[in-house]
């Protein structure tokens, strides 16, 4: 379980100006959720080294998560290695494929295909995502996005149980029938 307050990188695409505001949008909802957000909208400025500000994100330590909000163009950029989101996505990969801890990632589907398959590069197609591809799927996982961040999911496991009581005593054995 997550004890500390998340501190999340936002990784996107910027695809068009509407997705760019949607984005920005989405992490003023977190930071008014108690989220701490890097966003490079925010905390990429002129003269920085983007792919060196890109790196660090993703390893530093501090960030307890990574979204990755995946449309159409996110995918195409990432899986032919193109422009910041193909530099982007190469950390990534390699990050995700080398650590233990794997829930550090997290894809949003911010665009489905005309078959309602979730656009996503093919390192996180088979990782488990959260939809945001519409006004109402947002909408019905903002809660989950929550406690993903949190460590609160709605299911927690319960504790393991005491044994049955005739498997503790030292009562004699009885038999069980042959066939």
């Given at each position: 379980m997550t004890s500390k307050k998340p501190k999340v990188f936002?990784?996107?695409?910027?695809?068009?100006?509407?997705?760019?505001?949607?984005?920005?949008?989405?992490?003023?909802?977190?930071?008014?959720?108690?989220?701490?957000?890097?966003?490079?909208?925010?905390?990429?400025?002129?003269?920085?080294?983007?792919?060196?500000?890109?790196?660090?994100?993703?390893?530093d330590t501090s960030i307890s998560h990574v979204l990755i909000f995946s449309d159409h163009e996110y995918a195409s950029k990432a899986d032919n290695r193109k422009?910041?989101?193909?530099?982007?996505?190469?950390?990534?990969?390699?990050?995700?494929?080398?650590?233990?801890?794997?829930?550090?990632?997290i894809p949003i589907v911010c665009e489905r295909d005309e078959n309602g398959e979730p656009y996503l590069p093919i390192f996180l197609k088979p990782r488990i995502w959260i939809d945001f591809s519409s006004p109402e799927s947002e909408s019905s996982h903002w809660e989950r996005l929550l406690r993903g961040l949190y460590g609160k999911p709605i299911n927690e496991k319960p504790a393991v149980g005491k044994p049955p009581s005739y498997i503790t005593t030292d009562a004699e054995r009885r038999s069980l029938p042959t066939i």
């Amino acid at each position: 379980m997550t004890s500390k307050k998340p501190k999340v990188f936002i990784s996107y695409s910027w695809t068009t100006p509407g997705h760019y505001d949607r984005i920005r949008s989405y992490a003023e909802r977190l930071l008014s959720d108690g989220v701490e957000v890097i966003l490079d909208q925010w905390d990429l400025s002129e003269g920085q080294d983007k792919h060196a500000f890109m790196e660090k994100m993703v390893a530093d330590t501090s960030i307890s998560h990574v979204l990755i909000f995946s449309d159409h163009e996110y995918a195409s950029k990432a899986d032919n290695r193109k422009a910041g989101v193909g530099t982007e996505s190469q950390i990534i990969s390699q990050e995700v494929y080398n650590r233990v801890d794997q829930k550090k990632f997290i894809p949003i589907v911010c665009e489905r295909d005309e078959n309602g398959e979730p656009y996503l590069p093919i390192f996180l197609k088979p990782r488990i995502w959260i939809d945001f591809s519409s006004p109402e799927s947002e909408s019905s996982h903002w809660e989950r996005l929550l406690r993903g961040l949190y460590g609160k999911p709605i299911n927690e496991k319960p504790a393991v149980g005491k044994p049955p009581s005739y498997i503790t005593t030292d009562a004699e054995r009885r038999s069980l029938p042959t066939i």
